[in-house]
């Protein structure tokens, strides 16, 4: 079955634009989640959606918001990009809310945002 | 505050060496995973643990999950290059958390 996909996988901004990230879970997945990765903060919770439903939210500002859709797909918006803003943006997807006991996450191969 | 302490952060052997790699914490989770990450792509995960002094075993690689479900390791045998990458360990607690990672390189 397809894997989670993330588009588009490279994107450059400049500071003070904003961005729409796109993510399609795997088929059945209802628990979409998103983290921003850096080389020096690692792999940090942005938020999770389940049923359409935003779960939990990670300690990010406001700038940073996202929703899902009936069909699962999500979307991640950033308004007003500051340059620390520069990231992979990685997607995951699971059958259960903060991917279950035994399932995990299944994860896209992100988008890589530069803000210039 | 980082819930999840990795060690080492930076790991370069030669192919062929035996390694471990580990996740600490002060806290204790419901499950912990180990995900392995390549340049590039999105981290997969290879294992879960869910019982306090569980041990799994996926062809060279054995986990371990502590006895009080607060750390676990990962121990390496015969390393080969195809191991190198990012591993990272995830704790569920309320939601995944997870660790800063070891990157692990191995030399042919």
């Known amino acids: 079955k397809a894997g989670v996909t993330q588009t588009p996988r490279y994107l450059i901004k400049t500071r003070g634009q904003q961005v729409t990230l796109s993510c399609s879970p795997i088929?059945?997945?209802?628990?979409v989640s998103w983290y921003q990765q850096t080389p020096g903060q690692g792999l940090q919770f942005l938020f999770e959606?389940?049923?359409?439903?935003?779960?939990n939210k990670g300690n990010f500002p406001g700038r940073f918001s996202g929703r899902q859709f009936s069909n699962s797909r999500s979307e991640m918006n950033v308004s007003t990009l500051e340059l620390g803003d520069s990231a992979l943006y990685l997607c995951?997807?699971?059958?259960?809310?903060?991917?279950?006991?035994?399932?995990?996450?299944?994860f896209g191969s992100g988008t890589r945002l530069t803000v210039v | 505050t980082q819930l999840l302490e990795q060690s080492p952060q930076f790991l370069s052997i030669q192919e062929g060496e035996n390694l471990t790699v580990y996740c600490n914490s002060s806290?204790?989770?419901?499950?912990l995973q180990w995900y392995r990450q390549e340049p590039g792509e999105g981290p997969v995960l290879l294992v879960t643990?869910?019982?306090?002094?569980e041990v799994k075993k996926l062809k060279r690689l054995t986990f371990q999950f502590g006895d009080a479900r607060k750390d676990s390791s990962l121990h390496i045998t015969a390393a080969q290059p195809g191991d190198t990458g990012l591993y990272l360990c995830?704790?569920?607690?309320?939601?995944?958390?997870f660790g800063d990672g070891t990157t692990l390189t191995v030399k042919p």
């Open positions: 995951a997807s699971s059958h259960k809310p903060e991917g279950g006991l035994d399932y995990g996450y299944t």
């Open positions: 088929s059945g997945h209802r628990s």
């Open positions: 959606y389940f049923s359409e439903t935003q779960r």
């Open positions: 806290s204790v989770f419901s499950s």
């Open positions: 643990v869910v019982t306090g002094g």
């Open positions: 995830a704790g569920l607690l309320g939601k995944s958390t």
